[in-house]
């Protein structure tokens, strides 16, 4: 059968691109890929935490682009259910709103006057999540009255209703359909939470009336959780079209480094366009949290790869050790270094986590031959001891983890006995790590032949 949806193919290839999905996500928590750099996790989600592993973020990325494809899959197979099992199981009060969304979807693939008419009478004697899931489906299924039903309902009382009524308004991704999620966005009265929706459906339509709809929200006296949502969906847009507004935002003195920290971070997923803007203000924003939101955005946008020597020269001359951790974690997405000089740096650092960060991005370096003689010699003589006392002692157990991941990206003989002391002589949980990674190690050093 041929979807009609984003994501169409014939029926088989689609089957098999979900199992190949699967298969990805299972290889990347089965097989820790320790020697690849990951994608740092945001500083402003919590500045005391470290960021995920590469298997983390994949698995994650993964484990949604499966379950994108197999709710689409679902929604359109209409030989998943005979239609009185999916028409009962949806009107079921007591199905769980994530089947209930599901069947929902069905119905609207349907799209027959049978479906709309069970949508329509879940809207009128449904559970909250009932109606919700019919709202929903009404904007997927294209029915000819979804844009006056949906209107009526973004005045339901139920929150849930009306975020639903807010994703069918997006679903049909019509400009009228567009102007009433705007209104909806623009109300003071409306609740923090359905405005903040709104702003996000926004960001995802991805058209010209959605963008101008977010820059126009973006000029309003709005709440900072609003704004911030506004600003987010705005990193979803190219930086050409978005540029004056994250550049007012952050020169504004009113606002402060949180909101701008977040502003910024929305710019890891537009184009490569968004780049010198993240390098300058990880130079000179005057808030360290801004600065490296900005260092964690540059590495983490899709485009990077290229800016090393950027980021190398950042890291000598930034003062704060929270903004050089997101700019060695930066770099280690990069296809270079960074220079010696951003090496050497690496050296010197005393605050434990950017130690450890520094660690982890010179052992890359290693591994990839990017490495000067003389750091190479500084890693074992400096980094090899250090990184054994984190690993075995009792301190913070991310950046234990981080210590063991930095002798197995090394791929050296004297980083792999290291591990095998930890392997021997840590608690349970780091010492299985260890010898997990050291069990790869041949695969990591015969990958540099």
């Known amino acids: 059968m041929q979807g009609n ?10 089957l098999a691109f979900i199992a190949l999905a699967a298969v990805a996500a299972w290889v990347v928590l089965g097989h820790w890929n320790a020697g690849a750099p990951q994608a740092p996790a945001s500083p402003s989600a919590d500045a005391h935490r470290w960021s995920s592993e590469l298997a983390d973020e994949l698995s994650r990325a993964t484990g949604d682009l499966v379950s994108r494809y197999l709710e689409q899959f679902l929604a359109e197979d209409e030989a998943a259910s005979t239609d009185p099992e999916l ?20 119905l609207a693939a349907r799209g027959d006057d049978e479906a709309h008419a069970v949508l329509l009478q879940a809207l009128r004697t449904g559970t909250p999540a009932q109606r919700a899931a019919a709202a929903e489906a009404l904007g997927r299924g294209r029915f000819a009255d979804a844009l006056a039903v949906l209107r009526e309902m973004l005045a339901d009382t139920d929150p849930s209703v009306v975020k639903g009524a807010l994703s069918g308004l997006a679903g049909l991704r019509t400009d009228a359909a567009t102007r009433l999620l705007e209104q909806v966005l623009a109300d003071p009265s409306a609740a923090p939470e359905i405005r903040i929706r709104s702003a996000a459906l926004l960001g995802e339509i991805g058209s010209a009336a959605a963008l101008q709809a977010l820059k126009s929200a973006a000029a309003l006296s709005l709440d900072e959780d609003t704004l911030a949502a506004v600003m987010d969906g705005l990193g979803n847009y190219r930086f050409h079209d978005t540029a004056g507004v994250f550049r007012n935002l952050l020169a504004d003195p009113a606002r402060d480094a949180r909101l701008k920290a977040e502003a910024t971070e929305a710019l890891a997923r537009s184009d490569q366009a968004a ?7 990880a130079a000179v924003a005057a808030d360290p949290e801004v600065r490296a939101s900005a260092a964690w955005a540059a590495g983490a946008n899709a485009h990077t790869g290229r800016i090393g020597p950027e980021l190398g020269r950042l890291l000598v001359h930034e003062s704060d050790s929270e903004v050089r951790r997101r700019l060695y974690e930066s770099l280690m997405l990069q296809q270079d270094s960074g220079g010696t000089a951003a090496l050497q740096q ?3 650092e005393t605050e434990p986590a950017a130690r450890i960060a520094g660690a982890n991005a010179v052992a890359l370096a290693i591994r990839r031959d990017l490495a000067d003689a003389a750091s190479i010699a500084r890693f074992h003589g400096e980094h090899l001891p250090d990184l054994m006392t984190t690993a075995l002692g009792g301190g913070d157990r991310n950046l234990r983890y981080r210590a063991v991941f930095a002798l197995v990206r090394a791929g050296t003989d004297e980083a792999a006995a290291v591990l095998g002391s930890i392997a021997a002589h840590g608690d349970r949980e780091i010492a299985a790590l260890a010898a997990r990674g050291l069990s790869q190690y041949s695969h990591f050093q015969d990958s540099n032949r």
């Open 87 to 106: 028409i009962g199981r949806f009107l079921d009060p007591q199905a769980s709103a994530r089947q209930q969304r599901l069947d929902g979807w069905q």
């Open 346 to 348: 690496a050296f010197g």
């Open 275 to 281: 780049l010198p803007f993240l390098l300058e203000t």
């Open 5 to 14: 949806g984003p994501f169409s193919f014939l029926l088989p290839p689609r």
